[in-house]
């Protein structure tokens, strides 16, 4: 009732500061983050950052594939139309790059601008640095040494090892205007106001915390994707009631992770719910430093086997792969784990007892978790359904909730940092897309805070074995057979509370036409136009 009366008033106070009705060809969105993302290019908010002012008003030297809906998506060239790794040295490898690419500014896309906007996010020292932008951009390319310009469109960028992952670690990385901070007096804050990617989008109003407007960038280098709308209208909204309040009332047309429970009653009352699998999965990020109760894996096989994933599907009415793994079955890379993510609470209570604990005699944790954000799906009813769960075997959760940029910073600097507030887990939902964000990052060695996102600070020579030849080889199917020995360990080895898989749930006015929605975090609103 609470959280119903806040979604009303929350309605309320969008329908009070909302301007009069858009001119047909505008699209507005209700996201789940409670800012507008940061602007300058390596935007915050998690992955709905990436999605809604990363490749949107930006590129990166390599893209995603995001028109189909019936295929994983794939790489595929963006400012660099090839890449190649060096025979002799696979350290070594050359971007050749897009010619005839303007900045929203009308400066000219070169290999200077490549190597300006990795100096902005590795070199200290360099004019440009900024601190916010290297936070979110600095752990995406751990493998990246040093970098060259080789003539005006070819870049040679060199590893720190061979690393068969680099292309991919790439496709974080957006590339902003060197001639737009030269402009604005050589200041960051002044650009993310006036900001110059050489995406699709053009970012042309802003005010932090209510909304962002985005207009077509006409003389985007792919005029097939020269977006069809007339503007995209970007609203925070992270209740997620409140999301469906402000669709009813005509204040959105587009809302992210609609409410489980209103989803028949929006379907009813005419919108459209758009679903799909992709890669993301809904864990637990276990803390494995000194005197954590994760560190034992019968207590970790036992939090994995004390979760009735069907109970939680019905409760999200339907919309969730139950997990199996970290990768969700029938992956590619899935392989044949021999533990079985079942719903078994005998097991778990007497795995438990071996450990020491029962429900009389309770094991004692904290966990994080934020109220919404990126991919978490519904954070809060999901994290009590978990939370009875365990307790029921003889886990007493306590949660710290915090707002969703600030658990982002926490997972940042690691679960021996004070931020972390003494919890041993964090509920966080990862992108899986790819061999390095979806394996390497999490649990690498040298990955640790502040060097990558190893939230956990695990360490284990085998699993660090298995990432270097991940890294090493370049041929895909033999890569393959790595990558599922890898995926067979996480799950033997129960190094995350593996929860479910989201299906991306979206409701959409029946105005909204020609979105295909990808089997992908981030999506292409260039399709898209209103209906009349």
Known sequence: MLRTALALSLAAGVALLAQPALAQGTLRIGMTASDIPLTTGQTDQGGEGMRFMGYTVYDALINWELSSADKPSDLKPGLATAWAVDASDKTKWTFTLREGVKFHDGSEFTAEAVVWNLDKLLKNDSPQ???????????????????????????????????????????????????????????????????????????????????????????????????????????PLPEPNARAAALRSGQVDWIEAPAPDLVESLKGAGYRIVTNAYPHNW???????????????????????????????????????????????GHQWFGKPSFKLSYDPAAAKKLLAEAGYSPAKPLQTRILISPSGSGQMQPLPMNEFVQQNLAEVGIKVDFEVVEWNTLINIW?????????????????????????????????????????????????????????????????????????????????????????????????????????????????????????
Not at 195 to 217: D, I, K, N
Not at 227 to 232: S, Y
Not at 294 to 309: F, G, P, Q, T
Not at 448 to 459: E, F, S, V
């Open 129 to 235: 640095f900024d601190q916010r932008q290297a936070a979110q951009g600095r752990s995406r390319i751990p493998a990246v040494a040093a970098y060259k310009l080789i003539d005006k469109y070819k870049v040679e960028i060199t590893t720190k090892s061979p690393d068969a992952t680099l292309p991919y670690q790439l496709a974080w990385i957006m590339m902003s205007s060197p001639a737009q901070w030269e402009k604005v007096g050589k200041n960051w804050e002044a650009f993310a106001r006036t900001p110059s990617g050489t995406g699709p989008w053009q970012l042309t109003a802003f005010q932090p915390r209510e909304r962002a407007e985005l207009s077509p960038f006409k003389d985007y280098w792919d005029k097939a994707r020269v977006p069809k709308l007339d503007k995209l209208v970007l609203l």
């Open 283 to 329: 864990t637990w990020h276990l803390s494995r430093v000194e005197g954590s109760p994760w560190n034992d894996i019968r207590v970790r096989k036992a939090a994995n086997l004390a979760i009735d994933r069907a109970g939680l599907k019905e409760l999200l009415g339907g919309m969730m792969i139950p997990a199996e793994g970290f990768y969700p079955p």
């Open 412 to 532: 940042r600097a690691g679960a021996s940092h004070d931020s972390s507030r003494k919890a041993t887990g964090m509920n966080y939902t990862y992108f899986i897309q790819d061999p390095f964000t979806g394996f390497i990052r999490h649990l690498q060695c040298d990955l640790k805070p502040p060097a990558g996102t190893n939230w956990g600070i695990y360490c284990d020579p085998e699993m660090d074995k298995l990432f270097d030849q991940i890294r090493t080889t370049f041929d895909p199917v033999e890569q393959t057979k790595i990558l599922q020995k890898t995926h067979e360990k996480y799950v033997d080895d129960a190094l995350f509370l593996m929860v479910t898989h989201d299906v991306n749930p979206r409701a959409l006015s029946a105005k909204v036409e020609g979105f295909v929605q990808a089997q992908n975090w981030f999506q292409d609103f260039s399709p898209i136009s209103m209906d009349k």
